[in-house]
């Protein structure tokens, strides 16, 4: 409900402006070519607030901002007279051109309005992803992509944000032609593979080709966020609801996909390990010892933890939210065979 509210309010004040520069646009080149402005209105019906100028205009805000108007001496007067010491600044007493000017100085403003945001929007920049891999299995594995590469580029085609990657992507993945893959390593080394896109599936549905590629943003996969932890775990009184895990035995952890592998790493190590969290603001780091135990027939690492959510759902080869530690709980819908290995921790993918 609270998201209709929002929605309905942004979309009156983007009304409000759209009809506010329009009308001005008349206002304004009327002026300029002597027409006698009468009113100015921000919406229809009953006026909520108005007020009369020094050069006699009366400036109206109305109670349905759907529109607006602007009412001009002799406009629409039909029979009314008009004083013959303002016959000059009558609408219906001035040349085609001016009378033109008015009647396209609305649609022109909001034009120009239009190109003035297009620009500040270049000026400030958008928010948009970095082109990073979360996970890479399949195609783009093979082809030697691996996790954390960022692509830079597509054949001769810059890929400096998410978006424009999964356009590249898809154009590439559309022609089936064997295409190389530009990409900047987690040490800053520049690499460049060939993705063998001819390999692709005679049909397949155009918004699932990067998934088709074996390719995994790293903002889509589920965050690496506890939501409980389970009474007498490995984790029990250390860990707690809301942490962010960031590194396991000092291997950084990405995504929640992370955690069944490191801890199963952890575990076959031996020994305790620190595990690296975010609580309130603060990165703490607490020494954890994995479990080895058996869930649902299943012997496996553990901590004892279940995911936590954070209002949207995670994407990649193992994104079902699940208890983490070794056990990545159930299969993702989209999740592919041999992944949920949790005795051999292999519900993340590695390089």
């Known amino acids: 409900m609270g998201e209709v509210i929002g929605s309905v309010f942004w979309l009156l004040v983007s009304l ?4 506010t520069i329009h009308e001005f646009g008349h206002f304004w080149v009327a002026r300029r070519c002597g027409v006698k402005v009468l009113k100015f209105s921000i919406g229809f019906g009953r006026p909520l607030w108005s007020r009369r100028g020094r050069d006699g205009t009366e400036y109206i805000i109305a109670m349905i901002p759907l529109g607006g108007y602007v009412k001009m001496l002799g406009e629409h007067d039909g029979d009314t007279p008009i004083p013959a010491e303002l016959a000059s600044q009558a609408h219906d007493r001035q040349s085609v051109f001016k009378r033109m000017a ?7 403003a909001n034009l120009l309005l239009c190109l003035l945001l ?3 929007m270049f000026v400030v920049g958008r928010a948009d992803f970095a082109p990073v891999f979360g996970a890479v299995q399949g195609i783009a594995a093979q ?3 691996e996790r954390g590469d960022e692509l830079t580029g597509v054949g001769d085609r810059p890929t400096p944000t ?3 990657a999964n356009a590249a992507l898809l154009l590439a993945a559309l022609d089936r032609q064997d295409v190389d893959v530009h990409l900047r390593r987690g040490d800053g080394q520049q690499v460049t593979r060939t993705l063998p896109l001819s390999r692709l599936p005679a049909q397949f549905d155009e918004r699932q080709a990067v998934t088709l590629l074996g390719v995994y943003w790293r903002h889509e996969l589920p965050p690496a966020k506890v939501g409980q932890v389970e009474p007498d775990s490995a984790a029990w009184g250390i860990l707690a609801e809301g942490d962010v895990i960031t590194a396991i035995d000092g291997e950084p952890v990405v995504s929640w ?7 199963a790493a952890l575990g076959r190590r031996g020994g305790p390990g620190m595990v690296e969290v975010q609580r309130d603001g603060e990165r703490l780091a607490m020494e954890l010892t994995p479990r080895w135990n058996t869930r649902d027939g299943r012997k496996a690492w553990r901590l004892g933890l279940v995911q936590g959510g954070d209002g949207r759902a995670g994407r990649g080869p193992d994104a079902a939210p699940g208890p983490a530690g070794g056990d990545p709980g159930r ?9 949920h290995d949790a005795g051999h921790g292999a519900a993340g993918l590695q390089r």
């Open 16 to 19: 409000g402006v759209l009809v």
């Open 102 to 108: 008015i009647s396209l100085a609305g649609p022109v």
């Open 118 to 120: 297009l620009w500040a």
């Open 143 to 145: 082809a030697g992509l």
């Open 162 to 164: 998410w978006n424009d």
């Open 257 to 263: 996909n992370d955690i069944p592998r490191l801890t």
């Open 331 to 339: 299969p993702a819908r989209n999740a592919l065979p041999d992944q």
